[in-house]
């Protein structure tokens, strides 16, 4: 599985960016998809994460810091999964990364993610 992230760019706070992560290979339906961040200085942190639990379905899963102000979602026929980010604040600069992994378990732990995107920076001013 390949992943390609794209989207980030520079916003003022309030604003809105939408992230998108597009993914080679098969299988795309089945996978649980994860959005991290890091900004500098600090860990790669958990965002929101969309599991695959059996065919067709699929759960959403947001950090508190994030929750009723980001969705994530997917299109399997795109193989592409979004990250709508609204009501932006200077916090939430950061590089945020695509990853990908099998099963739904465990989906806030980057260590149990088996592919990664290549980051798209997100900068929010004040």
């Known amino acids: 599985v390949q992943l390609q992230a794209s989207g980030g760019g520079l916003v003022q706070a309030g604003g809105s960016l939408r992230l998108s992560c597009a993914a080679s290979?098969?299988?795309?339906?089945?996978?649980?998809m994860g959005w991290f961040r890091q900004a500098p200085g600090k860990e790669r942190e958990f965002v929101a994460a969309?599991?695959?639990?059996?065919?067709?379905?699929?759960?959403?899963y947001y950090a508190d810091s994030v929750k009723g102000r980001f969705t994530i979602s997917r299109d399997n026929a795109k193989n592409t999964v979004y990250l709508q980010m609204n009501s932006l604040k200077p916090e939430d600069t950061a590089v945020y990364y695509c990853?990908?992994?099998?099963?739904?378990?465990?989906?806030?732990?980057?260590?149990?993610?088996?592919?990664w995107g290549q980051g798209t920076l997100v900068t929010v001013s004040s």
């Open positions: 290979g098969r299988a795309f339906s089945s996978l649980t």
């Open positions: 969309i599991t695959w639990n059996g065919p067709s379905t699929y759960y959403a």
């Open positions: 990853a990908a992994k099998y099963y739904s378990s465990d989906y806030r732990s980057a260590s149990e993610y088996g592919y």
